[in-house]
């Protein structure tokens, strides 16, 4: 605003203050507009989230793995673990463990008085399931933990390792095959006792011998891990994880009532009138009461395997239904939510199409911005007259202060004139 001259009979800034804050009653409006429309764009970016966080769900849904959960049991833990890693169907196996695959260990048959007893120079030669190979040691580093160290850090180290173990009269040098079974056996230049023989499991499954190295077993049963712990007998069995499963479904209904939650809230709110929500919604649930293939030729809907809508229209988990259908219709239940064509496919070409550029959130924000535009144009052109208004106005009062001013030095002056001659007459 620009100054006027100190003096003036009348406060001129004051009233031109007060005059423009009326003047710019239309850009505060506009302003509040502005800030409302921006308002709504941050709106529509929660309602984007929470779409992506359902897309999200859906995804993890329709993959294979999520909804063919399989856990293995054994009867009898203390001979053998088992853990499912690719399987989807029941299996039953009756297994016997008559022998546990042993790693091959040698002792030095002599007895060393220190770890730093020398070993002498030279090169070393050891062999592993018929695999060998040469540490070199040199005068000055030839001690028996030169030796142990050299073995273990060997860049062509065929599967060995060394250690030092002090026994009551002394230390012993003693080799280790890495891995058990009869292809792991160890041959080394030296005196050498066997302490630990290499041998192979021997296992029956189903009535069927077989002779793993090792006592890990991770392709004997396809998708199958199992792990010999001890001989004996027990019963493997492999069933649906129903519990893993349901969490999964559950995930997604929460996923799907998170978004619900978030339309109500922007619905009361933010997007009050604008309708969108109501659209999105539309689309969604459009997809919940459609019909997928859920095996060859058969066609179903979510509530057949579970899903439900309350009365207010939040989606739950029937676990009664839900394991029903792994009871009686597993695969269909698979196919149904992780098939190209189905449920969570085709909802999440849904939920893509609404948040994909020029889609309906997109669209609409595009709209919120165009109108904003305008609102700053508007805003613009206003502070540009306001600028000249303000300018007159301040021309305009002061002027009338300087006239104002002008009047009362003449008024003076004639009041002055007045009293001289009043007291000429009575003098």
Known sequence: MAEVSAGSSIDVQSIVSGLMDIERRPIQKLETKSSITRSKISALGDLKSAIYKLESAARDLAKPQTLARFSAASSNDAVLDAEVTTLDTIENHSIRVDALATTHRLASQTTYTSPNDVVGAGTFHYEVGG????????????????LKNAINRSASNTGLSASIIKVDDGYKFVL????????????????WDEISAAGDATIFIDGMEIHPSSNTLK?????ITMELKSIGETELTTSADVDTMAESMEAFAQAYNDLRDTIERLDSGKLKGEGISLSIESAIRNRFFGEYESSEGQM???????????????????????????????????NFFTADSGFSASLQETLRDLTKSGGIIE????S????????????ERLEIRMEKLESRYLKTYSELDALLGSVS????????QLGSLTNNAKG
């Open 300 to 334: 179903s809907s979510v509530f057949e395997f579970g899903f439900t809508f309350d009365k207010e229209g939040r989606l739950n988990v029937d676990r009664s239904k839900f394991e029903n259908a792994i009871d009686n219709n597993f695969f269909g239940l698979h």
């Open 131 to 146: 695999e060998g190979f040469d540490v070199t040691l040199e005068a000055g580093k030839d001690t028996l933990m030169d």
């Open 176 to 191: 280790s095959a890495q891995k058990s079974g009869t292809s792991n056996a160890i041959t080394a230049d030296g005196g």
């Open 368 to 379: 919120y911005y165009n109108r904003i535009a305008g609102f700053d144009r508007q805003i």
């Open 363 to 366: 669209g609409r924000k595009d």
């Open 409 to 416: 030095n003449t008024s003076t002056n004639l009041a002055q």
């Open 219 to 223: 392709d004997v049963i396809p998708g």
